[in-house]
């Protein structure tokens, strides 16, 4: 066997070593979202659902009540628009199945801007100093 072939078969070893099973990569995501396993789970509440009509009418406000908060979000052309209640400071994130799509901070008032509107399922993560909330998957 040449010196390049010994290389060659070298680099073929270390290339098939590299590669992570489907499973695995399976297993590493679960394992990853068990990171924010003490949040605390928001509730969409079904009266923030606007057009319960017979015909299908698009959903254009949605609350999130957790224990100590709700997230508030009117659905715009272009964004999303929310408020904290109580108000409070801090961080909030859209995420899709993907991870986070758009992030902004939440200000004195409560008040935050996300966009654009996402496309398909997606949650909320607020981050207000101690406290941590998720909200549930939604669609829109």
């Given amino acids: 066997m040449t010196?390049?072939?010994?290389?060659?078969?070298?680099?073929?070893?270390?290339?098939e070593a590299a590669e992570v099973p489907d499973?695995?990569?399976?297993?590493?995501?679960?394992?990853?979202?068990?990171?924010?396993?003490?949040?605390?789970?928001?509730?969409l509440s079904t009266e923030s659902l606007t057009g319960a009509r017979a015909e299908q009418a698009?959903?254009?406000?949605?609350?999130f009540?957790?224990?100590?908060?709700?997230?508030?979000?009117?659905v715009t052309d272009?964004?999303?628009h929310g408020q904290v209640v109580p108000?409070?400071?801090?961080?909030?994130?859209?995420?899709?199945?993907?991870?986070?799509?758009a992030a902004a901070q939440?200000?004195?008032v409560g008040w935050f801007v996300l966009g654009p509107v996402p496309r398909?399922?997606?949650?909320?993560?607020?981050?207000?100093?101690d406290t941590v909330v998720v909200t549930e998957w939604v669609t829109i």
Avoid: C, K, N, Q
Avoid at 5 to 14: K, N, P, S, V
Avoid at 65 to 74: P, S, Y
């Fill in 58 to 63: 698009p959903v254009r406000a949605l609350t």
């Fill in 65 to 74: 009540a957790a224990r100590d908060l709700t997230i508030e979000v009117e």
């Fill in 23 to 43: 499973r695995i990569r399976e297993i590493g995501r679960s394992a990853f979202a068990w990171r924010t396993v003490d949040a605390e789970l928001a509730a």
């Fill in 120 to 129: 398909g399922m997606f949650r909320l993560h607020l981050r207000a100093g």
């Fill in 106 to 108: 939440v200000d004195e």
């Fill in 78 to 80: 272009d964004a999303l």
């Fill in 87 to 101: 108000p409070r400071t801090g961080e909030i994130e859209l995420r899709d199945r993907t991870g986070v799509v």
């Fill in 3 to 15: 010196d390049e072939e010994i290389i060659t078969a070298l680099a073929e070893a270390r290339r």
